[in-house]
T-cell receptor
Framework: DAGVIQSPRHEVTEMGQEVTLRCKPISGHDYLFWYRQTMMRGLELLIYFNNNVPIDDSGMPEDRFSAKMPNASFSTLKIQPSEPRDSAVYFC???????????FGPGTRLTVT | GNSVTQMEGPVTLSEEAFLTINCTYTATGYPSLFWYVQYPGEGLQLLLKATKADDKGSNKGFEATYRKETTSFHLEKGSVQVSDSAVYFCASDGGYGNKLVFGAGTILRVKS
């Protein structure tokens, strides 16, 4: 299995631009999670999906952030407009139903200048 | 509520030294507990887990015992190697399944 796939691995953009991060979960996994990691705040859960339906988005910092999961094999996290304080590593993770172990992708390092 | 508290780092050790990273939890249910490890430039990966009181999780020489009486899940290794240098995260599912709560992470640096 290829594991969780994220793209791009690195993204550098200017303040005000739209940023889209992509994730392909492990095939057959029912849950998908988006996290943000920074030195100041550590690892934060932004949102998670079960069977493509958003279950808890209480961690999404503000309306500039949105996430979608149009099908079982693809999810996006969009930031519009981006700000320098959004600079972080964003991780996607997935897990199968009935299992609480999560499998993490390699992350996307976002830099907003 | 559900939370995890782990010791602050960085922890710096010499090769072959004994390692302990403390972790305590609060939970409204009966949680499963986890240790994840993050190597530089990579995502988190599961190191070990325990699903009930007195269970011991172990992997790659690391161990942690689920202690309900002290609400703890301390990570230990008898002899660390330079290759163990990473960030270690303690986590809990709060007893409710797929959503995990992570600690702040502890940086471990092992010197040769």
């Amino acid at each position: 299995d290829a594991g969780v796939i994220q793209s791009p691995r690195h993204e550098v953009t200017e303040m005000g631009q739209e940023v889209t991060l992509r994730c392909k979960p492990i095939s057959g996994h029912d849950y998908l999670f988006w996290y943000r990691q920074t030195m100041m705040r550590g690892l934060e859960l932004l949102i998670y999906f079960n069977n493509n339906v958003p279950i808890d988005d209480s961690g999404m910092p503000e309306d500039r952030f949105s996430a979608k999961m149009p099908n079982a094999s693809f999810s996006t996290l969009k930031i519009q407009p981006s700000e320098p304080r959004d600079s972080a590593v964003y991780f996607c993770a997935s897990s199968p139903a009935g299992a609480n172990r999560q499998y993490f992708g390699p992350g996307t390092r976002l830099t907003v200048t | 509520g559900n939370s995890v508290t782990q010791m602050e780092g960085p922890v710096t050790l010499s090769e072959e030294a004994f390692l302990t990273i403390n972790c305590t939890y609060t939970a409204t249910g009966y949680p499963s507990l986890f240790w994840y490890v993050q190597y530089p430039g990579e995502g988190l990966q599961l190191l070990l887990k325990a699903t009930k009181a007195d269970d011991k999780g172990s992997n790659k020489g690391f161990e942690a015992t689920y202690r309900k009486e002290t609400t703890s899940f301390h990570l230990e290794k008898g002899s660390v190697q330079v290759s163990d240098s990473a960030v270690y995260f303690c986590a809990s599912d709060g007893g409710y399944g797929n959503k995990l709560v992570f600690g702040a992470g502890t940086i471990l640096r092992v010197k040769s």
